[in-house]
């Protein structure tokens, strides 16, 4: 900051220059203490004003080294409304973004860690029992096994839907979606991963909407998921679908204990689970479901009802209504 106060030191002997021209001319000779006094005043005074208005950029200074070795906390105090105060607060809104992020960051990694650990450790224990001859290479052992590796399969898939809402880019393809069929197809595979819960599908024959149908069948397939593993023993899904004009309502509803009012909106977000939820949910699914929701123009969101219930409404035309 050093060149800053020179600068401001220049410009003021420019000034001075300037000034001691015009009264030498107009006015003639003056006093060399006159002269040599306001001078080595007004150098003193540049330097005090250079050294007040270089403060925050010193700090900022000072924050990116800290930045640099991993400290995110680092402030600049921001005493004016001046350019050089605006620069100090747009500097603390983007340390503090990058702090959010370097968080979110360390939490991600943490959480696929442990996700990736618990379906990797529970494979690795059953090919050990198999290959110690502790256990037999039955149906019932290779169905455990394949039941991890499914597991595993679908956290690799969420996590490529994860980098992608990260990146913030997907191209939809939009066609016209036969619902009653999707929904026959998600809760057949529903089925197979719960075949205790019952599920009751209500959509009008010729329910159609416009769509991305692999994109949608993934957010009825999540809904579905979340709603097996919080639902109690034989307990039921409940589907419903219904074209209302422009509009198109999904709601899947389950008998579980439902969730507080706090955390409805918190339950869209990363590796977020109910307590009460069973099975190896890896806590993505419903963020996932609203990007989708969200590419598509929609909306998606908790409501009250003896259960959990899920609502989802998109545009039958595919995209966002306008006006």
């Known amino acids: 900051m050093r060149s800053i106060k020179l600068k401001i030191a220049a410009v003021v002997l420019v000034s001075w220059a300037a000034a001691f021209t015009f009264f030498r001319i107009r006015i003639g000779w003056l006093a060399p203490t006159t ?10 005074i540049s ?7 270089t403060r925050p950029l010193r700090e900022m200074t000072w924050a990116v080294g800290a930045m640099r070795r991993g400290d995110y906390s680092r402030r600049v105090r921001a005493t004016g409304r001046d350019e050089v105060g605006q620069l100090a607060v747009a500097f603390n809104e983007m340390a503090a973004d990058i702090a959010d992020a370097e968080q979110r960051r360390r939490e991600l990694i943490a959480n696929v860690s442990h996700e990736l650990r618990t379906p990797i450790t529970a494979l690795q224990a059953v090919l050990e029992n198999v290959v110690d001859g502790v256990e037999r290479a039955d149906a019932t052992t290779m169905r455990t096994a394949l039941a991890q590796t499914e597991r595993l399969g679908r956290l690799v898939a969420e996590l490529l839907d994860l980098s992608r809402i990260d990146a913030g880019a997907h191209r939809l393809d ?3 979606v036969d619902v009653p069929a999707l929904l026959g197809s998600a809760v057949a595979e529903a089925a197979v991963a719960a075949p205790s819960t019952r599920f009751a599908v209500d959509a009008p024959p010729g329910t159609v909407v ?6 949608l069948h993934q957010v009825v397939q999540n809904l579905l998921d979340n709603a097996t593993r919080h639902a109690p ?3 039921e899904v409940r589907i419903t679908a219904r074209a209302d004009g422009d509009l198109f309502a999904l709601a899947v509803e389950d008998d579980g204990p439902g969730i507080a009012e706090a955390d409805r909106e918190r339950v869209f977000e990363r590796f977020t689970r109910g307590e009460r939820a069973s099975g190896g949910g890896t806590g993505l699914g ?4 609203r990007w989708v929701v969200d590419l598509h123009g929609g909306a998606i969101r908790v409501v009250d009802a003896p259960g959990c219930r899920i609502e989802v409404t998109l545009p039958r035309s595919g995209r966002p209504p306008t006006g």
């Open 286 to 289: 419903l963020d996932i479901a």
């Open 210 to 215: 416009t769509a991305d149908r692999a994109r």
């Open 174 to 176: 939009l066609s016209e």
């Open 35 to 44: 002269v040599f006094g306001a001078l080595g005043i007004a150098l003193v």
């Open 233 to 235: 023993p034989d307990g």
């Open 47 to 53: 330097q005090v004003v250079g050294h007040g208005m």
